[in-house]
Each structure stands twice: as structure tokens, then as C-alpha cells.
């Protein structure tokens, strides 16, 4: 099977990776470097254009969310009837609506987001987590991709695309939240500290890899985000009002 990848970030790379083993990939990187053709060769895949990378019957844009609906606008010109176009959003609703309002309705969509990054997932894809959100696309090809991910040793959450932004808003953008305000306060290891200190400099190191583009898209993009943070701010407030009455 070939496989189309749209974009070479951190999480790109990773998963070219892994679907290198089991597929001919092709890679398109709109911004490529000098050694990027070289970086994707080396992964087991092929560099190529935005055209050839869209033919292939499942293709995959790993793009800023923010720039999610330009890149689906570029691809569908080459997108052929019975593709799977299966984003990897961190949020959900955004990116199925933009698919299910730009995409023919003969291209398939899947709507993914995989719970596990560069830094999580270096070693082996066994024991992350994955969320799946069934768009459209038939019932063959779904089961399939399902027994790909299971048989990967990935644990598949099926789920709607509200369900998973409200949930996600209280884990990952919360930690997010955290952890980059551990970050702007100047959070450092210590010689002096404790366990509990040391898990929470694991929030930090979670999130300092990652673009500050993700943090704000990821907020911006997720309807819970903004009373998810009011809820955050409004308990931290009175578990501080508490401190000095």
C-alpha cells in the first residue's frame, strides 16, 4: 500500500518512521532544507511532490492546525475518488468539519488524533494511545486500519469529535497550561526538592519540546478550551484566597 504524508515536523518524522516499515511512503514538505530529502530517505521514504504524495489511497497531512483548511484546499486538486484522508489534529471537531465541508464525497475521511509524540514514542508505538473519530469510510477499510494500530500494539479509543475535545481539555491542554506556566515562571531542577517536585518537572518536560504555534492552535481550535482554563484559574484563585484568610 502506498501512503501519502503531507509535511516533515517532529510528529511527521515519527510517524514516517513507523508506516515506512509496512508501506511505500511518500513525503511532501513544503519548506523543505537542504537535508530534508536526505532525512526522509533515511526513514525508509520517498521525498516527493504534493501531487504524488496526494494519489496515494490514504493520505495524511501533518500540518499546524491552524493551517489545517489552506493544506486540504491544496490537496484536493489531487485527491482521487476512494482516497482516506485521515488527519492527526490534536483537537477534533475543527478539523472533521473543515474535511467533511472541503473534501468530495467520495474521498474518505478519518479523523485520528495520536496520543503520543517524538519524545514518548522514540523507542516503540506499544502501549500509546490513539483516538479514532469514524467520518466517513468504509466499513472494510475501517476495520483494517483498526487491526493495523491494534496488531502496532496501540491502545484504539473510538470516539466522537466532541467527546474527545472535552476531554482533551481537562488532559492535555490542562498540562499544557501547566506545564507553560511552570516554564514562563522559571522552573528548574533543584538540588533541594522532593518526589512531587520532580513530577512536576516531568509536566515541563512534556510540553517544552513542543511549538509555542501548537499550545495557542490547540486552545484557539478546541471549544472547552477557554472555560476549561477559567474553571483551572478560578480554583487556583480560591485555593489561594484560602491561604490568607
Known amino acids: 500500500m502506498k501512503v501519502g504524508l503531507i509535511g516533515f515536523g517532529r510528529l511527521g518524522k515519527l510517524i514516517t518512521k513507523y508506516i515506512a516499515q509496512d508501506a511505500d511512503v511518500i513525503v511532501y514538505e513544503k519548506f523543505p532544507t537542504d537535508t530534508t530529502e536526505e532525512e526522509i530517505k533515511k526513514l525508509g521514504a520517498k521525498a516527493g511532490t504534493l501531487e504524488e504524495a496526494c494519489e496515494c489511497p490514504l493520505v495524511i497531512p501533518f500540518v499546524p492546525i491552524s493551517e489545517f483548511e489552506n493544506t486540504l484546499n491544496e490537496m484536493k486538486p489531487f485527491l482521487k475518488a476512494g482516497t482516506l484522508v485521515a ?29 503520543f509524540g517524538p519524545d514518548s514514542a522514540k523507542e516503540s508505538l506499544f502501549g500509546c494511545k490513539i483516538v479514532v473519530c469514524r467520518v466517513r469510510i468504509e466499513d472494510k477499510l475501517y476495520a483494517d486500519i483498526l487491526s493495523y494500530l491494534n496488531n502496532h500494539g496501540l491502545k484504539v479509543i473510538e470516539s466522537s469529535a466532541d467527546k474527545h475535545d472535552e476531554e482533551i481539555s481537562h488532559s492535555l491542554l490542562l498540562t499544557h497550561f501547566i506545564g507553560r506556566t511552570l516554564m514562563d515562571l522559571g522552573t528548574e531542577k533543584l538540588n533541594i526538592d522532593t518526589k512531587g517536585y520532580r513530577r512536576l518537572m516531568k509536566i515541563l518536560q512534556t510540553v517544552e519540546n513542543d511549538s509555542w504555534q501548537l499550545f495557542v492552535d490547540m486552545n484557539k481550535y478546541n471549544p472547552y478550551s477557554e472555560s476549561t482554563r477559567k474553571e483551572f484559574l478560578e480554583s487556583l484563585n480560591k485555593v489561594n484566597k484560602r491561604i490568607t484568610e
Open 87 to 115: 488527519d492527526v489534529c490534536s483537537v477534533k471537531s475543527h478539523p472533521i468539519e473543515v474535511m467533511e465541508k472541503h473534501l468530495p464525497k467520495d474521498v474518505q475521511i478519518l479523523g485520528t488524533h495520536p496520543m
